[in-house]
């Protein structure tokens, strides 16, 4: 893997479906065909193209924001010729769904491509394909150090947790935005490809990072399980705070 090589694996079209806890809502997204990062971005990736120092060449980037992990997919267009995926009007972020250009995935296709046909909590042992709390370590591992799953993609879960597109819940979290995954420092409870957490989109964790998809659609403002009315939508919904649920910060 070179430090600019975004090595993608293809993902066929299929079905999955999403929890929502807090509405207590289960829903099945069709999907059409895309691509995905086979590894997370890695420091050394966004060192070359942001120009930024890298510690640790093949971990995966970790601390990093939604916003960065954003510009970062535009930025990977351009290098490549695409057309970018994002447009900016100062804070607010647009997708325009039907750009082949890179991006983040939804959250749909990030759990679709990481389940791989499976349908428990994980795609195989913990102690095979992921870096977790049981492994005792204290900062992110190198990119593909344990076993991929069908679709040829590591690190899925346990290392990092990954940035997606998609909202977590905006009638109580405002622009908190989905990561999913889990990472190196979490226990197998949260180390599960249903598993969901959130943050802001200028928070940044030491365990957050993310991994790049590509597919354009047809429609500018709908694909692969997200919609912007759905957004809009969902955020004026007042239903019941789930026990547990994470204050916002």
Not at 58 to 67: E, G, I, N, S
Request: aromatic residues 12%; charged residues 25%.
């Amino acid at each position: 893997m070179g430090s600019l090589d975004f090595e993608m694996a293809p993902i066929a079209p299929g079905s999955v479906t999403l929890h929502d806890a807090r509405r207590k809502v289960r829903r099945t997204v069709a999907l059409e065909a895309f691509e995905i990062g086979v590894y997370p971005v890695t420091q050394e990736q966004l060192g070359e193209l942001l120009g930024v120092s890298a510690s640790a060449p093949r971990r995966p980037v970790a601390d990093v924001t939604w916003q960065r992990a954003i510009r970062f997919c535009n930025a990977a267009s351009e290098w490549e010729g695409l057309a970018p995926a994002y447009a900016f009007d100062g804070e607010d972020v647009r997708w325009d769904a039907t750009s082949d250009g890179y991006r983040l995935p939804t959250e749909a296709e990030w759990e679709f491509a990481c389940r791989a046909g499976s349908t428990g909590p994980q795609y195989g042992l913990l102690g095979d394909i992921a870096w977790t709390a049981a492994d005792g370590v204290s900062t992110p591992q190198e990119v593909g150090g344990r076993m991929p799953n069908l679709n040829g993609l590591f690190d899925t879960l346990g290392n990092v947790w990954e940035w997606c597109w998609d909202l977590l819940d905006p009638a109580r979290y405002g622009e908190y935005r989905v990561f999913r995954g889990g990472g190196f420092a979490d226990d197998a409870w949260s180390v599960r490809a249903s598993a969901r957490r959130g943050g802001a989109p200028r928070m940044h964790h030491e365990d957050v990072g993310f991994r790049m998809a590509r597919g354009g659609f047809d429609d500018p403002d709908e694909a692969q399980g997200w919609s912007a009315a759905a957004d809009r939508e969902r955020a004026v919904d007042d239903g019941p705070t789930p026990f547990g649920w994470t204050p916002r910060r």
